[in-house]
């Protein structure tokens, strides 16, 4: 415990914020433990097709 490389944390960030544009945060508190939270952008276009949520 307590021991690592990090490089979890760097392909988490290659992911996340290189490859889809989001945001990547981590709150830590010693003793209580670490909350991750990953935000990830939601656009309204998929391979150039426009999606709809209309229930037409």
Known sequence: ???????GMAIAHQIVLAT???T???ESEL????QFCIGLPVNNY???HE???DND
Do not use: A, D, I, Q
């Open 51 to 53: 999606l709809s949520f």
């Open 31 to 34: 003793g209580k433990g670490t």
């Open 46 to 48: 998929l391979g150039g």
């Open 24 to 26: 990547l945060k981590v």
């Open 20 to 22: 889809h544009g989001g």
């Open 1 to 7: 415990m307590g021991k690592g490389t990090m490089l």
